[in-house]
């Protein structure tokens, strides 16, 4: 079982080393929802005494007002062997045999964090001792509760320390060490109070009485020790640590310890409690019941962590890759971005996403339509025919057909397309713009680069431009065509009668009359019909042709080329992140990197069971 308190030292440096250390965040704290232990007193209460009798050996700064300024992670490990040892997380390979330089590493540390002032920190230190001596066991030293700034103070102090502890023993896997001096009032203690408050059942609070052997003469400390003057689920532990007096003249642990155990046995009114009295006792208590709620913790450990791994990794992927820092890993990130774009953008041309039928609505309703609103057979009403005609014959009258008159008839007709075939380009062009927007907007990874999705924007609408105007000027070319060069094997086919003919025994003005026009505005129609109809196929091909076709194919082409051509400082602009985006990747990477790791330890153990 001691590998269960081994796996959560781990992971608890792991938190720190990686920025976690239960501070509110946006971010999922695994420090959270590791079991712990936290040591809650009043500056007065002999906190310190009562953690180096459990390690037996003189390491935490001492002085008065507040010492302890930073969370103190202290985790025992025991080993075989007679070496005792100390390592700090933030001094990695560096061993400590000297626990005079322990205490004055914490002190250094603590100020490197928290400046020479009398400021606190929620950061904590880690520390870890290796002895024969000790039990395995990992305890959090907090801040002493206080009720006065001192000098040099804020007077804010007093709330601080108040919420940091508070921050750290309201957490439900945390084990509240609550330690009491027994020479005061039980109802006045500052641990006693904020236990309560957050543990008013005591399920999770361990009581701790210290200084017994200084209560005034005639009193004892049994009634707290039974539980009868307040009653937690565990029982309460009585310790004697050392006086000040023994500190100066630096009385070593083993005979403190040896001093406690007669203390109990030899003391009338704690002779019956003397088997579960004293530091020793204390450690191994807090030992076992530390070992018992990890284990029974380790199954919603890992559903935590194979949670919030998958909900990191769907954050990090919806954030997107880091940045790589060469011009040829920024000109391939680009170029993958860009791909991507260009890739939905033909997903909706090819209607695997929506937009692209817009196009053919335009071919096969709008367009129509507008041709059908051209109305040439209002155009090729009677007194239009006779002013055509007449124009066309000049001051010499058309002797068999009129045909000049024929041709501006029809060029008058077909020339009135060209305004529908312009439309419809620019219709296209309108709806293979509004597919550029869109697609911008589906490709999640130019939301990350601003200036990148207004440049691919840009050269986007550009081409489209392009493509445009020369496929307008290939769709008038074949309205042009048809103007130009009249089909003759319609006219060829058509009836022939003794009057079109011109038979010379009729008067020439005869050749004016209501039904001789009439059939020539009906010829002209039935040719400018045919045509229309052929328009209302190749005007279409020549807009898929030109505009569809080509966005398809080269929408961003000139965009490659000018970007390959770029230094690396253009690059740079173009994946310009937002400073928050990178922060929140780099902490999203670390926290990932922690829980992957816890996952792999904590399954390590369960395995191992």
């Known amino acids: ?33 590791l079991p712990s232990i936290a040591v809650v007193g009043g500056q007065s209460s002999g906190k310190s005494s009562v953690l180096e009798s459990v390690v037996g050996k003189d390491f935490l700064p001492r002085g008065s007002g507040i010492v302890t300024r930073r969370p103190l992670v202290l985790q025992l ?8 040892y100390a390592e700090f997380m933030h001094v990695p ?16 540390e603590t100020d490197r964090q928290t400046g020479h002032g009398k400021g606190i920190s929620s950061v904590p230190i880690h520390l870890s001792i290796f002895s024969p001596y000790v039990v395995n066991l990992t305890l959090i030293d907090l801040p002493g509760l206080t009720k006065v700034a001192v000098e040099g103070q804020p007077e804010s102090i007093v709330q601080e320390i108040e919420n940091m502890v508070r921050s750290f023993i309201e957490k439900p896997n945390c084990i509240i060490l609550a330690v009491s001096p027994a020479n005061q009032d039980l109802a006045t203690s500052d641990a006693i109070k904020i236990s309560r408050e957050v543990d008013p059942k005591g399920e999770r609070t361990f009581g701790v009485l210290t200084k017994i052997d200084l209560m005034d003469k005639g009193t004892d400390a049994v009634d707290i020790l039974e539980g009868r003057s307040y ?5 309460w532990i009585g310790v004697v640590n050392r006086s000040q007096q023994d500190i100066n ?29 004293g530091s020793e006792h ?42 790589a820092n060469d011009a040829g890993g920024k000109l391939y990130t680009i170029m993958e971005i860009c791909r991507m774009f260009d890739g939905i953008y033909k997903e909706h041309l090819d209607g695997v996403r929506p937009g692209g039928e817009k196009i053919y609505h335009v071919f096969d309703n709008q367009f129509p339509v507008a041709i059908k609103r051209l109305q040439f057979d209002k155009q090729l009403s009677m007194e239009n025919v006779r002013k055509l005609i007449t124009e066309a014959d000049g001051y010499q009258p058309h002797l068999i057909a009129p045909e000049q008159g024929y041709r501006r008839l029809i060029e008058s007709c077909l020339v009135s397309i060209r305004g529908p075939a312009e439309a419809a380009v620019d219709t296209v062009h309108g709806i293979l ?40 000027k290939n769709t008038l070319k074949l309205v042009d065509m048809e103007t130009s060069y009249l089909t003759v094997d319609f006219f060829r086919k058509l009836p022939q009668d003794v009057e079109k003919g011109g038979n010379p025994s009729h008067s020439i003005f005869d050749r004016y009359n209501d039904s001789y026009l009439r059939r020539i505005g009906t010829t002209v129609l039935a040719y400018v019909n045919m045509v229309s109809s052929t328009l209302r196929n190749s005007i279409p091909k020549s807009i898929v042709y030109c505009q569809v076709r080509e966005a398809k194919r080269s929408l961003l082409d000139h965009f490659f080329t000018e970007l390959g ?16 985006v990178m922060e929140r990747r780099t902490n999203l990477a670390k926290r990932l990197e922690l829980y992957r790791s816890a996952q792999a330890e904590i399954d390590a153990v369960a395995w191992s069971k």
């Open 249 to 277: 003249k630096s009385v070593d642990m083993i005979a403190a310890r040896r001093r406690e155990r007669d203390y109990f046995s030899n003391t009338p009114e704690y002779k019956h409690l003397a088997h579960r009295m």
């Open 1 to 33: 079982m001691e590998n269960l308190i081994s796996l959560v030292n781990k992971l608890q440096r792991a938190c720190t080393a990686l920025g976690d250390h239960g501070e509110e965040s946006a971010l999922p704290t695994l420090w959270d929802s």
């Open 93 to 108: 390979r560096k061993r400590f045999t000297d626990f005079a330089m322990v205490r004055k590493e914490i002190a250094d």
């Open 231 to 235: 009653r937690l689920q565990f029982p």
């Open 282 to 323: 204390l450690a191994k208590s807090l030992s076992k019941h530390l070992e018992s709620v990890i284990k029974s913790r380790i199954p919603g450990l890992q559903s935590l962590i194979t949670k919030t791994v998958a909900e990191l990794e769907t954050e990090l992927t919806r954030l997107g890759k880091p940045i």
């Open 433 to 472: 713009k509004e597919l550029v927007h869109k697609a911008i907007n589906e490709t999640h990874e130019l939301k990350q680069f601003p200036t990148l999705r207004v440049e691919v924007g840009n050269a986007a609408f550009e081409s489209l431009e392009r493509m445009r105007d020369e496929s307008k």
């Open 77 to 84: 490990h025991r080993i075989d062997g007679d070496r005792e």
């Open 565 to 580: 051509a770029r230094e690396i400082r253009q690059l740079s602009k173009l994946l310009d992140e937002d400073p928050a």
